[in-house]
């Protein structure tokens, strides 16, 4: 039936920090896992598509954090949430990043779903998850564990409430 079958149809939008060499090294991963997904048509990640190239550690055209740079990454980020069908959050419990939290906001205000896959180095005990944070994301994966992102259904996403961490 074509409403069950796997559909390479899905837009993912990858949200996730890129500050340190473990956050840039988990979105390599993300994207070959995400790559073998047969639901997942396109994945954007918003650091593939820089403006002007400009990256804290590269700024050819020299505009990394000028206004003119701030502004078009804003509408850029703004236009693919837009575009997206859902989102999957990599999503560092150890470091967290407000600008996941506003793109959060965005795909909730939008009605989209957010997949978020946790990333945490303690126990979950030791960890605590503002309730609206908890709230907006519509599934919670299991933390520290890309193949889940495999064989998700990104076609058809289902909830999934049960925080892995106390909610406060």
């Given at each position: 039936?074509?409403?069950?079958?796997?559909?390479?149809?899905?837009?993912?939008?990858?949200?996730?920090?890129?500050?340190?060499?473990?956050?840039?090294?988990?979105?390599?991963?993300?994207?070959?896992?995400?790559?073998?997904?047969?639901?997942?048509?396109?994945?954007?990640?918003?650091?593939?598509?820089?403006?002007?190239?400009?990256?804290?550690?590269?700024?050819?055209?020299?505009?990394?954090?000028?206004?003119?740079?701030?502004?078009?990454?804003?509408?850029?980020?703004?236009?693919?949430?837009?575009?997206?069908?859902?989102?999957?959050?990599?999503?560092?419990?150890?470091?967290?990043d407000v600008g996941i939290a506003f793109e959060f906001g965005m795909f909730v205000a939008l009605h989209k779903p957010i997949i978020l896959l946790p990333f945490s180095q303690k126990p979950a005990e030791d960890y605590e998850v503002n309730l609206m944070l908890a709230r907006g994301v519509s599934t919670w994966l299991q933390p520290n564990d890309f193949d889940q992102l495999a064989d998700f259904n990104f076609n058809h996403p289902m909830a999934q409430p049960n925080v892995p961490y106390p909610v406060i």
């Open positions: 039936m074509k409403n069950t079958q796997a559909q390479p149809i899905t837009k993912v939008y990858l949200a996730t920090s890129f500050f340190n060499d473990q956050q840039k090294a988990r979105v390599t991963k993300a994207l070959e896992v995400l790559e073998t997904n047969a639901t997942v048509g396109v994945v954007h990640q918003p650091f593939d598509f820089q403006y002007k190239d400009a990256l804290i550690d590269h700024d050819p055209a020299g505009v990394f954090g000028t206004l003119e740079w701030q502004v078009a990454t804003y509408n850029n980020d703004v236009n693919a949430v837009g575009n997206s069908d859902v989102c999957v959050a990599l999503y560092d419990m150890d470091q967290e």
